[in-house]
Nanobody
Framework: QLQLVESGGGLVHAGGSLRLSCTAS????????IAWFRQAPGKGREGVSC????????NYADSVKGRFTISRDNAKNTVYLQMNSLKPEDTAVYYC????????????????????WGQGTQVTVSS
């Protein structure tokens, strides 16, 4: 069974940066598209970004475009989310999710497309 563990969250001032990691065990991530989602208190889950299994395709929510960068290192079975110019409205629990796919150039930022989820990591941005 695929297990995903997020790390790298924390407390940062507005304008600061954090890098989240999503590390997988149980399976190699070579055939999985990966996405990041977030959920702020009292709000629904929001798609943030995704990356295709070979890393050639990435997509971002408009709210993070130009500030966040998703990447992957399949040799380390890890996907990263580099978050720069953080804003208080980025405060949320961040989750990574995975889906096995043969469409190695495709990813979507849609939670219903993903089968496996991590437990989340808290990101808090102070003003």
């Amino acid at each position: 069974q695929l297990q995903l563990v997020e790390s790298g969250g924390g407390l940062v001032h507005a304008g600061g940066s954090l890098r989240l990691s999503c590390t997988a065990s149980g399976f190699t991530l070579d055939y999985f598209a990966i996405a990041w989602f977030r959920q702020a208190p009292g709000k629904g889950r929001e798609g943030v970004s995704c990356i295709s299994s070979r890393g050639g395709t990435t997509n971002y929510a408009d709210s993070v475009k130009g500030r966040f960068t998703i990447s992957r290192d399949n040799a380390k079975n890890t996907v990263y989310l580099q978050m720069n110019s953080l804003k208080p409205e980025d405060t949320a629990v961040y989750y990574c999710a995975a889906v096995v796919t043969s469409l190695y150039r495709l990813c979507v930022v849609l939670d219903t497309a993903y089968d496996d989820w991590g437990q989340g990591t808290q990101v808090t941005v102070s003003s």
